[in-house]
């Protein structure tokens, strides 16, 4: 391990590169297995006994709601290391993590509640899962508008920084809170855990759509990175030596 | 190092008292909030106290809201909050000097005064207390929560709507535990459970919020 530099890659300059080499990489794994999940949930995969075709949302659904939990925690992990040992870089991942975060919430949000027409009757319900879910979207706006509304970047990425690390502690206890709501209030009485069993080709199939989305997550989050890099860095001297930004 | 606390303490109290219409300000705004409830929604009595401990809670929740720009603005402009920052006392101290300042003075005369609307909504006796004591026990946490907020947002643009944005997401479980007793108390259950939990969000924000708190001035002012 003593040979390996780890801390090469954190330099702007060779990360560009790097990241660089992966996007396209990443970009068609998650392009095929994104086709292949897709063709095995909708072709593939048995009609659901109780919840005929509706179920079929689940193969976006499932691998969204773990993608905007999953994005939140590595976009705190990111902030507190470049709050801890002032990276640029680290910083920056945090940054470009939020969209892609906000935009998984919102999907599994959306498709939540096209899932919950047809089987609850309901567009919402006040459900645990669904509220933590829209708390934790307000989170990721909180995070995105704080670093929006201060100029200075190192500031901003520090300031935000501070909110996600707070937001990270507050997620297991905003969802406690919320579940011990829910059951005082018994108001939905539907329990989302109780779903049948899953056949395997739905299991396959959704866990193909997950690793889709995380393929498709480190792809875009890396571009993003790229650009944060080239917007933040253009007075350097090896962004203007590059090729790109030369023609 | 107490000398420090009970200081900047003293001297945020005093600022506050020479001001008084700032503080009455938020008091009125909490009175008119919790008064458009019933002119919007029904005045029958059974329906007002079915939602009194909800809308009561918001209301206290905006009006600490509306209040918290304050701990540190002024200081922010006139320049007193730089000279506080390079006094060789820790910052966390001095911090949760001006959050307690910010409490006594903007919050507990809500909280003082919340028993009174609790009567307008038809809450019996058992429930203004347990309103009361809610509202005083989860009170200090969003006056600390809420001091993140208001120190991240202090160079920012458009700050006031920002601070909603940030603050009032984390808010959320003290408005749970804190309604949620005085619903209990209703409904004839112990509200022992919810009490403890208002206490449990309190110690942890009093213990992590003033650090977070300093760590954010840090930044803000650098």
Known sequence: MTGINWFKYAAPQTFFHLSGKWIPVLGWIAFFLAIAGLYIGFFIAPTDFQQGEAYRIIFIHVPAAWMSMVIYLAMAFWAAIGLVFNTRLSAMMALALAPTGALFTALALITGSFWGKPTWGTWWVWDARLTSELILLFLYVGFIALHASIDNPQRADRAAAIIAIVGALNVPIIYFSVQWWNTLHQGASINVASAPKMAVTMLIGMLVMTLASWAYSVAVALFRVRCIILERERHAAWVNDLKEVKS | ?222
Not at chain 2, 32 to 42: E, G, R, T
Request: glycine share 10%; charged share 10%; hydrophobic share 60%.
């Open chain 2, 1 to 222: 190092m107490m000398a420090i606390f009970f200081a900047v303490l003293q001297r945020d109290l005093r600022l506050a008292w020479r001001k008084p219409a700032e503080a009455a300000t938020g008091v009125m705004f909490f009175i008119i909030v919790a008064s458009l409830f019933p002119l919007a929604v029904n005045p029958d009595p059974v329906v007002l106290r079915g939602f009194a401990p909800g809308v009561l809670w918001v209301s206290v929740l905006l009006a600490c809201l509306l209040s918290l720009p304050r701990v540190f603005a002024l200081d922010y402009v006139d320049g007193a909050l730089e000279q506080i920052m390079i006094a060789p006392q820790p910052l966390s101290l001095i911090v949760l000097a001006k959050v307690a300042a910010h409490w006594l003075t903007a919050t507990l005369p809500i909280v003082l005064l919340s028993p009174l609307l609790g009567m307008l909504y038809g809450l019996d006796s058992h429930g203004l207390i347990v309103l009361a004591g809610s509202l005083l026990l989860g009170t200090p946490t969003l006056s600390l929560l809420g001091g993140i907020g208001a120190a991240l947002t202090l160079g920012a643009r458009g700050g006031g709507v920002l601070l909603s944005v940030l603050v009032l997401p984390l808010y959320i479980p003290v408005l749970i535990f804190g309604a949620g007793a005085v619903v209990a108390s209703q409904a004839g259950l112990g509200v022992q459970a919810h009490f403890s939990l208002l206490g449990a969000c309190f110690l942890l924000s009093f213990v992590l919020a003033p650090w977070a708190i300093a760590a954010a001035l840090k930044i803000v002012m650098e």
